[in-house]
Nanobody
Framework: QVQLVESGGGLVQAGGSLRLSCVASGIWFSISDVAWYRQAPGEPREQVAAITRGGNTYYAEFVKGRFTISRDNAKNAVYLQMNRLEIEDTAVYYC??????????WGQGTQVTVSS
């Protein structure tokens, strides 16, 4: 059974930083592509950043230069370092793991709230 557990969300002032973590179990993590998505109230879920099994990274334009995605295959973990947070970054952040065959797994989400 695949399980993704996210942590690290919370309340932070604009300009501050948070680091999200996601630990996976029950999946061959090192050969999976992983990503972070977010969903604000009333909005569709959108991809924030992704890192392939080969280590290539991709970022949405609205987070480039502020967020950094990384992975530690030895710990089956993916991280999202979020700096210079903006009020518009407020959302529930979800960890996504895509295994071979394009099968997607999702975490339960972690709330990030940025205040002025």
């Amino acid at each position: 059974q695949v399980q993704l557990v996210e942590s690290g969300g919370g309340l932070v002032q604009a300009g501050g930083s948070l680091r999200l973590s996601c630990v996976a179990s029950g999946i061959w993590f090192s050969i999976s592509d992983v990503a972070w998505y977010r969903q604000a109230p009333g909005e569709p879920r959108e991809q924030v950043a992704a890192i392939t099994r080969g280590g290539n990274t991709y970022y949405a334009e609205f987070v480039k230069g502020r967020f950094t995605i990384s992975r530690d295959n030895a710990k089956n973990a993916v991280y999202l370092q979020m700096n210079r947070l903006e009020i518009e970054d407020t959302a529930v952040y979800y960890c996504n793991v895509r295994r071979l065959g394009n099968i997607d797994y999702w975490g339960q989400g972690t709330q990030v709230t940025v205040s002025s």
